[in-house]
């Protein structure tokens, strides 16, 4: 019995935590329930401000594990574009290369360890929202844990629906085993859920956080993400509201692009969302961020895998001159900006720019550039939503103006490149948007399902084995299917 529990629980996304507490309520004490050491049992658990602010840094602690911020990551949310390939040595991982040519199955481990991913996130989430309203707190300090909860839950939410379309729609936690197998909700519906979680959100964050609270969900993420699903649904007037209303709140774009990724400017003004990773002294563990490892310069002491690298398609469609190029990728032979030569022997070409660590901030002991956050949401990419909407809602000079602030910022001064664009036909200004998106947030993970909502993945990825009709969603994780018992569906073609 506890071991088919623990079976559904682990693949539902449920946590060891909540599995535990579910599992207990239905068997008999004996000799082998023995308390674990160093955890508090969870009827002493939900009691105070404290274990309250424990629960939601752990759901932000659970942001930068393996399945969120790693291969599974990599494989669903990059290597579809044209922008990335799989990298390393060639005969390392090579299940990855079926994400790349769109041969993967449904029973590759990546798309299991992504979903699980996403349902450990939500159920972090579920467990502050169903608990903590109960607490005797301060009334302002709950409201906003309780907010950050819903954008963390909108964020995996949007990481899921983007990948798979319909999904499961959890808002609570496990009561009993009657909610366990829940079938796929329409995605219209999940996109309704993530929506009302962002509103609520923005409605209780604040705008921004002292030092000590630096890196939580602020107003603007809220607002800044729920512009993203709005764009992914076509809501052009709502885009341009939040978007508006983002750049109304003192956000701005630092003035050198690749220093954008740097340590020294984590949690900078472009930032509205990172990923928080750090590492602490004595404590590998904690320090667990793989994020920079698996895409670090291969065969480098201090480097990392050599995995999700750029492709020559990338290098190849940047603007004359653009410095955006340099901050993206890193070249074989050359060397970077912080002055770390790169041999010209190594496995790869190129290498990803943005999630580089200089090498000599690797720590022995420690995954190589485990203090390196990861961007989830930048100024420059609202800027790029807001003269998207603009432009598809009729007003051109809007549209122009905020394109005009990202490449003002990529040009850096030089007005020899990246000429202003000047055009007022609607057609041609949207494809000068749309490839100053990829031009600006490549390697980003955006660039893959950009293509896809822009309807443009036939021709675009069709040379890679893209098909319409089935390769706009990733297929369903058949150990899932099996588990459901049939609950759970298969997407078309899979």
Known sequence: MKTIKYTIYKNLGISLFAAAVLIAAGCKKSFLDVPQQAQTPVGQFWNNADDANKAVN???????????????PMAIE????????????ANDATYLNQYDDFTVPATEGQLDSFWDGQYQTINLANQVLDNVPAINMDATLKARLLAEAKFIRAYAYFRLVRAFGDVPLRLTTVKDDSELN????PKAQVWTAIEKDLTDAAGALPQSYDNVNLGRV???????LHAKVAMYQQKWSDV?????????MGYSLLSNYEKVFRLENENSSESLFEVQAAIVPGNAAASNSQYSQIQGVRNVRGGGWGF???????????????????????????????????????DNPMYNYKSYVPFSLWVSGFNEGAQQNFRVLRYSDVLLMNAEAANEMGNTAQALSSLEMVR???????????????????????????????????MENDRYFDVIRQGRAAQVFGPKGWKANKNEVWPVPQTEIDLSRGVLTQNPGY
């Open 182 to 185: 829940l079938p796929r909700t």
């Open 408 to 442: 003002a910022r990529a040009r850096q001064g030089n007005a020899s490149i990246l000429p202003r664009v000047t055009t007022t036909d609607k057609t041609a200004l949207r494809d000068a948007i749309w490839r100053e998106r990829r031009s600006e947030l490549a």
């Open 78 to 89: 990059s290597l579809g574009s044209d922008d990335a390939e799989k990298g390393s040595s």
């Open 240 to 248: 341009l509201n939040y978007t508006n209303s983002v750049m109304g």
């Open 308 to 346: 999700n690298v750029p492709t020559q398609n990338l290098a190849d469609s940047y603007e004359t001159g653009d410095p955006r190029r340099a901050g993206t990728i890193i070249f074989r032979g050359t060397t970077t900006f912080e002055g770390d030569v790169i041999p010209s022997n190594t």
């Open 218 to 224: 602020t107003k603007g993420a809220a607002l800044g």
């Open 58 to 72: 752990a759901m932000y602690a659970n942001l930068r594990s393996w399945n969120n911020i790693a291969f599974a």
